[in-house]
């Protein structure tokens, strides 16, 4: 039971990280390659506000959230004046900053060793949420206020100008509206899902270092966005969970874990090749990501 | 000048394009000089290239122009200099485009095509529905006039397959929900099922287009949902590029009849570039001839159109 409730927690968290990744890619046509730095920096942020400042679990949930929205505007006002590749070069660079800093900033994250034995939440300090069965409550439920949350983000018209600036960036700017505004508004957003999902992440495991917050961690949010579908929730929620019970199903075949790990990348990198040509807005997409 | 009468004054623009490498700069737009008449509608025509979409770029600030100034009055006569704007902060003061290339946004429904030029910006702050709930009743209003302006606009282009679609769906409708039509006469949560059975045709196969992707229209439906979406905002000026283009003479004659009464009825302000002389001869005030970046003539359309060199170089006749 409790293996179940593991994947179940996994997708809830993952859940969280792709739908952040979809208002970027689905809704606003942006392609970033620094998700996984948001992440990050919402787990390394957690273990500051539990273990630092001995927080309980919404104020420490909003320091969080807050403290990554601030770092994704360090990132997102200088580079989302740019398009295109550019963009995503920028955003390439951020992650690569990020990680280094993860990684070499001993004093601050602990580096390569990473930061073991961090604290569960407390609800007003009297709860403690302890164990898996209390855990997978919790990320369920948290995914499931998140997915609302997204839903109504995305169905207001704040939604409607992010789909307008997809679809046709410069007719929006001729509407009166800012664009600029609007993308650095959708990104901190975006940011904040993933701090979420960071949260969960350093919570649950209770143990983080760097490796988990790397480009490849960035390059397989971006592919479960894009396997599932973007433009809308319900591909989000097939990404998190066909990227999440996909290895598990591997494993139940007997592919030797040796090899296991490879033949991952590769049934990957070959439904990547398969859905972009057969389908490119993905299994469930309702918008196709356009440069 | 009599500011009262004047929305846009152009002065002395100037706009030098720089080759690459070798090529030599050039000068697409020279020492601009023109003036839109508040509420009357003035059309600019010139040969491709001539410069009137870059003038377009420049005066609403998708473009930077080297020199002059571009003035703009408002209804309170107070002046605003557009050159150091930004696109939106132009477009704020109330001046629309409509472009020539682009048309709608293709992913978004028919109404959201129209919403989104709302000029009303209530609610687009994330998640200002939960602090503020006068925003449903906003959005709402919003819906309805929306409604309205695409049962104004686009109501009689709808084509025979759009309504053979309404009907069939109709149709299959009543056929999946049949099981609850009993039930939604007592029971209201399955009221909206029996709507099915008694909504008039007409306003299924309306609420069916209203939610069809715009790209599932056809271009000259989408050049008309483009015109609904500046109808949405709250404009003084309009500039339309080309707005005739391409469209069939059926849609042509509702394009014009709905620019027409806007600025007649609504006091719009109306500049348009238009390659259509049967069009500029009907609607416009004024005319502006345009070649190779420089304004030559301005007159009435039928001094302009029937000046020798105009109708030489621009006509070929």
């Known amino acids: 039971m409790a293996y179940y409730l593991h994947i179940l927690i996994m997708i809830n968290i993952y859940i969280l990280l792709i739908l952040g990744m979809n208002l970027l890619l689905g809704y606003t046509n942006l392609l970033s390659l620094c998700h996984a730095a948001f992440y990050g920096i919402g787990a390394y942020l957690t273990v500051f506000a539990l273990m630092k400042l001995n927080l309980s679990f919404f104020p420490a949930l909003i320091f969080v959230c807050a403290g990554t929205v601030v770092a994704s505007l360090v990132i997102s006002l200088p580079s989302l004046r740019l398009h295109g590749d550019y963009f995503i070069l920028v955003t390439l660079g951020f992650m690569m900053v990020v990680f280094s800093i993860m990684y070499n900033c001993v004093p601050l994250t602990n580096g390569p060793y990473g930061i073991s034995d961090i604290p569960r939440p407390t609800f007003f300090g009297l709860i403690k949420v302890d164990g898996i069965p209390g855990y997978a409550l919790l990320t369920t439920v948290l995914s499931a206020s998140s997915i609302a949350l997204f839903k109504v983000l995305v169905q207001s018209p704040f939604g409607r100008v992010l789909r307008g600036i997809r679809d046709e960036e410069i007719m929006v700017e001729s509407l009166g509206r800012n664009v600029f505004f609007f993308k650095v508004l959708a990104f901190a957003i975006s940011a904040a899902f993933a701090a979420l999902a960071g949260f969960l992440y350093a919570t649950y495991v209770t143990y983080i270092d760097p490796t988990s917050f790397t480009l490849d961690e960035s390059i397989f949010i971006l592919s479960a966005a894009i396997i599932g579908g973007t433009g809308n929730i319900i591909g ?3 990404g998190a969970i066909f990227v999440i019970i996909m290895p598990e199903i591997i494993r139940a075949i007997h592919i030797p874990d040796t090899i296991a790990p490879n ?18 807005k993905g299994l469930l997409g309702k918008y196709e990501f356009k440069k | 000048m009599n500011r009262t009468q004047t929305i846009l004054e152009i002065d002395g623009i100037s706009k030098r394009l720089h080759g690459r490498g070798n090529q030599e700069s050039f000068l697409v737009l020279e020492d601009i000089d023109l003036e839109v008449k508040r509420g009357k509608i003035t059309a600019l025509i010139g040969s491709n290239g001539a410069g009137k979409t870059t003038l377009f770029n420049v005066i609403s600030g998708f473009s930077r122009s080297d020199s002059g100034s571009i003035i703009f009055y408002d209804e309170q006569m107070n002046t605003y200099n557009l050159l150091p704007m930004s696109p ?17 946004f293709k992913n978004m429904s028919l109404i959201e095509n129209v919403l989104i030029g709302s000029g009303e910006k209530d609610g687009e702050f994330p998640f200002a529905s939960f602090f503020k709930k006068s925003i449903r009743v906003v959005e709402q209003n919003r819906t309805r006039m929306a409604e309205d302006i695409i049962d104004k606009v686009l109501g009689d282009t709808y084509t025979k397959t759009e309504l053979d679609f309404g009907e069939r769906k109709k149709e299959k409708l009543s056929q999946k929900f049949r099981f609850l039509h009993p039930l939604s006469r007592f029971v209201s949560r399955y009221k909206r099922y029996g709507d099915i059975f008694d909504t008039p045709l007409s306003k299924m196969i309306k609420n069916d287009i209203f939610y069809r992707d715009a790209s599932d229209f056809s271009f000259g439906q989408q050049r008309l949902i483009s015109l609904a979406c500046l109808f949405m905002g709250d404009y003084d000026l309009l500039l339309l590029d080309e707005p005739t283009a391409g469209v069939n003479p059926q849609i042509i004659e509702k394009i014009l009849n709905a620019i027409e009464k806007m600025a007649k009825e609504s006091g719009i302000s109306v500049f348009m570039i238009e390659h259509n002389m049967d069009a500029v001869l009907k609607i416009a005030d004024y005319c502006y001839f345009m070649d190779d970046g420089i304004i030559t003539h301005f007159g ?14 621009y006509l070929g006749i």
């Open chain 2, 300 to 313: 009435s359309p039928a001094d302009v159109l029937g000046n020798p060199k105009v109708r030489r170089e």
């Open chain 2, 88 to 104: 939106y902060q132009i477009a704020s003061l109330g001046i629309g485009r409509l472009f020539q290339n682009l048309s709608v």
């Open chain 1, 263 to 280: 033949v991952r990348q590769i049934i990957y990198g070959m439904l990547l090749i398969i859905l972009m040509y057969f389908r490119p």
């Open chain 1, 236 to 238: 989000s929620i097939v």
